[in-house]
């Protein structure tokens, strides 16, 4: 029988996509198709993972694509992360990504799959020879919003390999369900900024992030107030806020850095 299905549509390769109504009706079509579409088989297990991930074909009468799906039931026991929590980190770190209108992390919704409640997350076509270690000059306005979107988030995680180019020319970051914790936990690769002033127009993004989590009915409030706990979303107010208020890249912490192993 012969697949009738268009293959999704690619997201322009730009350090600030394109905010058209054209562009938003893409990626809230890709949302949609991510929420409802019919999660049609499994692909394969990503099997170099700490917790349970594969690979699954997405499906509606339109569009089809690949996801990563991710789910509650197959995360590993964390000492210093409520258990089950993960999958509601990897759709907060996207929520703060659009947030942004920086767009780091691919379309992430929670759902119910094959093996119950989980994250899905747009699956991106990429070089696996490819990471933050073979990068060059032309990526330093999108590693800058990396490193200001990883501090943000608190991301505990930030390996090399969790940087994916695109055939476009786009990085997307990937694995976020190390984040957020109330306590300082940076782990990450990007530290080539520390300490340098942001430049205005990121700082704008990030003041635009406050005015949202500051909104306690804003659509960004809303979702998220159902993720994380009330201790975790008031830290990453105050992250937001410090940041604004000291206008550099952050530094290195005491305790470690960088994660392990680097990629």
């Known amino acids: 029988m012969t697949d009738n299905t268009e293959q999704l549509p690619k997201i322009p390769p730009t350090d600030r996509p394109d905010t058209s109504n054209a562009q938003s009706v893409k ?36 569009l089809q694509t690949m996801a990563v799906y991710k789910p509650q039931r197959g995360e590993r026991p964390l000492w210093d992360f409520p ?35 989980g994250s899905l997350q747009l699956f991106i076509e ?37 940087l994916l180019l695109d055939a476009q020319g786009k990085l997307w970051g990937i694995d976020h369900g190390l984040t957020f914790h109330t306590i300082p936990k940076l782990r990450t690769v990007i530290w080539e900024f520390a300490g340098q002033p942001i430049d205005g127009k990121l700082l704008r993004a990030v003041q635009c992030l406050w005015e949202q989590l500051e909104t306690a009915d804003s659509d960004l409030r809303c979702k998220i107030d159902t ?33 392990w192993p680097p990629i």
């Open 227 to 259: 993720l994380l706990s009330s201790s975790e979303v008031n830290a990453l107010r105050r992250r937001v806020k410090r940041l604004m208020e000291g206008r550099h890249f952050p530094n290195p912490g005491p305790g470690p850095n960088h994660p």
């Open 27 to 62: 990626l809230d079509r890709i949302e949609t198709l991510l929420t409802q579409g019919e999660i049609a088989r499994v692909r394969g297990t990503m099997l170099w993972g700490s917790n349970y991930a594969t690979v699954v074909m997405v499906r509606d009468t339109d």
């Open 83 to 117: 258990d089950g929590t993960l999958c509601y980190r990897e759709v907060v770190a996207y929520l703060v990504s659009k947030s942004l209108n920086w767009y780091l992390v691919p379309p992430t919704v929670l759902r119910s799959g094959p093996n119950g409640l």
């Open 126 to 162: 990429h070089d696996p020879e490819i990471n933050y270690f073979t990068l060059n000059d032309r990526y330093v306005r999108q590693l800058q919003q990396f490193a200001i979107f990883d501090y943000l988030v608190n991301n505990t995680d930030r390996k090399g390999g969790h």
